[in-house]
């Protein structure tokens, strides 16, 4: 059955992904000191933890998407240093990636991190946590620890989560609404676009490693998934919730290392890149909240671009069952090339990103882009970074924050 074992190959490279963040050395202890990363503290969340204390105003707040999930967002309404004048406040949404959540942001000195670079340039800046996410595990009535939590992939961000946000800012601010993503947020992104969403309500829109296609991958990861080693899928063990710190997917993740032989003492490097600046403390404050649970039909998804090397709704991979999501027995194709052409867009992607690989990038720039009107496209390389210096790179600030931060002030 070589379809299943290349949709197993690929879940083998999800799973790698999230070893890869995490560290076999440090596993076994970290569940033991850190017990269940996926609940809050004493209900402390993440204005206490990482944004009031160092001066910032901060606001909780929780939106509920239009399919019932609660999720906590941080309103960070003021930066250290006050805007004078009668001025309103531009919003910005700061949207993490898939396995992390929000406090990836702040792992660097606020002069250094994103969300509090846009507050003390006069941005009003909502930082979003997914669905799933330590701080964004409530619905309206689901449970967390039930399967039925789990039955989204990336396709309910672009329907429901992100379109919820953006009504509750809008509705919020009364102003159009500036968006950074990086990594699975710039698929969502790129994908809602070309679907017609939230369009009205978008200023403009930041991408840090985009992703839409998948395939070009050169690392050994992306080989790896190509040759169809894994014998064992998480679909067919029936866990719905990708749990990585879970017993379940650790046992497997390890089982998997074991037997092809992978090396998983560098699998960070070997998934994300080699990052040029990560510095040492924060990288082991990331291994501390990091990584965090999305849902298995999400990573089989990004499974299935890996392997078609086409945007489509989640392939429920039997055509009856497609036939009932979608009245076809196939999924329903993204078109990227209905992105407005007028969108404000800057891009920024790195040399040595080995999920958001160069020739991916290139693709994506070339089959959607050549006719996207000239001055409403600013495309950023930097040779020496890679994934996660998007995130915490102790240089972004001036070699990527800089450039958002300028072209959200652009008057388009
Ligand atoms: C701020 O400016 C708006 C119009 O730009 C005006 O209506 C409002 O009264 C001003 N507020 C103050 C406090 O000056
Ligand atoms: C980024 O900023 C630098 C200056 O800091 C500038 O030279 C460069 O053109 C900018 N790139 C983009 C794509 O905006």
Known sequence: ??????MNSIALTFCVIVLAVHGPQTWALDRGFLGNRNSTPSGEGLCASSITIHGYKCQELEITTKDGYILSVQRILDGRVKVVGNVTKEPVIVQHGVLVDGATWFLN???QNLPMILADNGFDVWVVNTRGTRYSRKHIKLDASSQEYWYWSWDDLVAYELPSVFDFISKKTGQK????????????ALVSLAEGKWVNQVKSVALLSPIAYLKRMTTPIG????RSLLGESLTSMGIAEFDPNGVRVTDF???SCDKYNLNCNDLF????????????SSFSDFMKIEPQSSSTRTLFHLAQIVRTD???KFDFMRPNINMLHYGQPTPPLYDLS???KDIPIFMSYGGADALSDIADVKKLLSDHFQDHEADKLSVQFIQNYAHGDYMFATNAHEQVYRNVTSFFKRNF
């Open 1 to 6: 059955m070589p379809f299943v074992d290349s």
């Open 109 to 111: 000195r606020p002069e």
């Open 177 to 188: 609404i500036h968006y950074v993503g990086h990594s699975l947020g710039t698929l969502t």
């Open 223 to 226: 080989a790896i998934a190509a």
């Open 253 to 255: 993740i390890h089982n």
């Open 269 to 280: 490097t070997l998934v994300t890149g080699e990052n040029c600046c990560l510095d040492k």
């Open 310 to 312: 086409v945007l489509s």
């Open 338 to 340: 209905k992105i407005p």
